[in-house]
């Protein structure tokens, strides 16, 4: 048996585990949230966030299914409300600082804040081996900027408890800086973005800005920038780069305000984004960030994960 095989079957040995996990249900030591507990979910009208709010909400939360498309957004709540449901839904595109706005206005009126918060919305214009950058900036700014401009807008609503708030960054092992595959290739900028403690938004600005300016001269295939899925897998870099940085920042908070924040790889999922080419269900896809999102272990900030498991940035 090759590599790809033995990779393939240890997979497919994982992902039955987390099935039959997904079976057993929360013991009342491990249950931290109730009804009251609000968590919002961007980009969550289909595929993972849809998948994602179905989930949270059957483990009895009260949840917010966002979306930029309110026509889309809302019959995606009729289906999650109609299956007996508690999903509620706003409008919010995450690169319109006043859509983001509103919705924060929403959240502190209605809600007084929230506990959870799920970064989903992304986007990807490169399906199968199709690796163009035309749409570089798009991508950047929606991925990790919108990401970026929403979390900052929303850290202020988290409630204060002594169980402490949670961000989940839904990302992928494409943006790793160390994989074997896909990493880039700059050993210098690898070491900077790797060190947690003089990392900051600057750093991550510079890097993006590098790379985006190499696109518009069409130098980025010389830059030593990941060959596959470039666009989304530096705007997925980034955002785990951030989440390594906002774990830091936010571990300084004092008691009964501490906010845990971790990144996931969903896998290659058969949704919209992979053009239905993936070889995860939407249930496996949604998994783990689910789980991050329950999680009672309050040690647990700053990490990255995949199929329940942490993995290197």
């Known amino acids: 048996m090759g590599n790809k095989e033995k990779a393939k079957e240890r997979r497919e040995k994982r992902l039955q585990e987390i099935r039959f996990l997904r079976t057993v249900p929360y013991s009342d ?3 931290w949230w109730s009804k009251e507990t609000v968590a919002v ?3 969550g ?5 849809f998948e994602i709010c179905r989930q949270l909400a059957a483990h009895g939360l009260t949840v917010i299914l966002t979306s930029r498309d309110t026509s889309a957004g809302v019959e995606s709540v009729k289906a999650l409300q109609e299956g007996g449901l508690d999903v509620i839904y706003h409008q919010l595109d995450i690169v319109d600082s006043s859509s983001i706005n509103q919705f924060v206005d929403c959240l502190q009126k209605n809600y007084g804040g929230l506990d959870i918060l799920v970064n989903n919305a992304g986007v990807n214009f490169n399906l199968g081996s199709d690796n163009s950058v035309e749409n570089a900036r798009k991508v950047i700014e929606t991925n990790y900027y919108g990401t970026r401009s929403l979390t900052e807008a929303i850290i202020p609503l988290m409630k204060p408890s002594l169980v402490g708030a949670r961000i989940v960054n839904v990302s992928s092992r494409l943006g790793r800086l160390n994989g074997r595959r896909n990493r880039i290739n700059d050993v210098a900028l690898r070491e900077q973005l790797s060190d947690v403690e003089s990392l900051s938004e600057e750093v991550i600005d510079r890097t993006l800005s590098t790379f985006l300016e190499q696109v518009e001269d069409g130098t980025w295939t010389t830059g030593g920038w990941p060959q596959v ?17 906002m774990a830091r920042k936010l571990s ?6 501490k906010i845990y924040i971790n990144c996931c790889c969903p ?22 960030g689910v789980w991050l999102a329950l999680l009672s272990d309050q040690t647990i ?4 994960f995949a199929e329940r498991r942490e993995i290197n940035f």
């Open 29 to 31: 030591h491990q249950r």
């Open 41 to 43: 979910v961007t980009g």
């Open 45 to 49: 009208n289909r595929g993972i966030g």
């Open 229 to 245: 899925y470039t666009d989304y897998s530096v705007s997925k870099l980034a955002v785990n780069a951030y989440t390594k940085l």
């Open 252 to 257: 300084e908070r004092q008691e009964g305000q």
């Open 267 to 288: 896998g290659w999922v058969k949704t919209a984004l992979t053009g239905y080419a993936g070889n995860n269900t939407v249930e496996e896809g949604a998994d783990t």
């Open 301 to 304: 900030t700053g990490k990255f």
